[in-house]
């Protein structure tokens, strides 16, 4: 089945210092999406992805989808300790409303 | 606006006990519904999905169960929970043929402890 892999599992930074995480499917998606969990709470939806090569800003947090649409990534400029959290990418494949598959996410720790 | 509701926030059973979580949607019709489960340090497991009542798809054999018996209602069962059923369950909702626009609305999920 489908598989999305996502690295690295933790990140520890100072605070203004970069983050990215990746994300990468077995198979070619039809869109990707991004969430944030932040701790002891629930996934939050942040943004999709649809085009090949597509690449999306929100704030210091800037998102790519790869031009084969089969990884991702979130970029995060100067962090802050407001970004502490763990970011999801869910992969979807086709059109099925229910076949969204998630990474295991990437948990970030915020030095001040 | 749209609002979710999950319910209990925390519960801790008996392994071979029943279980029973609700969730309900607010401000929307015709709502796609999902039940999702997350593991402490992992991703989310589909569980189960609806796009109309009575209508349920399931992803994972287990011994869990999920009904719609109303629009914007959708309950996640089990008749003798296990150990591995301790988890993070989430409900969430997305609109009807716009999944892929406006992503998930997940509720404020139940944590479940089998002892």
């Known amino acids: 089945g489908q598989q999305v892999m996502q690295i690295p599992q933790y990140q520890h930074v100072q605070e203004g210092e970069d983050f990215t995480t990746y994300c990468n499917s077995s198979?070619?998606?039809?869109?990707i999406q991004w969430y944030k969990q932040r701790p002891g709470g629930h996934p939050v939806f942040l943004i999709q992805?649809?085009?090949?090569?597509e690449v999306k800003k929100q704030k210091r947090l800037t998102f790519q989808f790869g031009e084969a649409k089969k990884n991702s990534s979130l970029h995060i400029t100067a962090t802050q300790t407001t970004d502490v959290g763990t970011y999801f990418c869910?992969?979807?494949?086709?059109?099925?409303?229910?076949?969204?598959?998630f990474g295991d996410g990437t948990t970030l720790t915020v030095k001040p | 606006s749209q609002t979710i509701h999950q319910w209990p926030a925390t519960l801790v059973q008996p392994v071979g006990s029943p279980l029973s979580l609700e969730c309900t949607v607010e401000?929307?019709?015709?709502?796609?519904l999902y039940w999702y489960r997350q593991a402490a340090g992992r991703g989310l497991q589909l569980l189960f999905y609806?796009?109309?009542?009575?209508?349920i798809s399931s992803e994972v054999p287990q011994n869990l169960s999920a009904s719609r018996p109303q629009d914007r209602q959708f309950i996640l069962s089990s008749k003798k929970l296990l150990l591995s059923d301790s988890g993070f369950y989430l409900c969430?909702?997305?609109?009807?043929?716009?999944?892929?626009?406006?992503?998930?609305?997940f509720g404020s999920g139940t944590r479940l402890t089998v002892v």
């Open positions: 869910a992969g979807r494949v086709g059109t099925n409303a229910g076949k969204s598959t």
């Open positions: 198979t070619t998606l039809s869109n």
């Open positions: 992805l649809v085009k090949s090569g």
């Open positions: 969430a909702w997305s609109r009807t043929g716009t999944a892929t626009i406006y992503g998930y609305t």
């Open positions: 609806s796009v109309g009542i009575g209508q």
């Open positions: 401000g929307t019709s015709n709502p796609n």
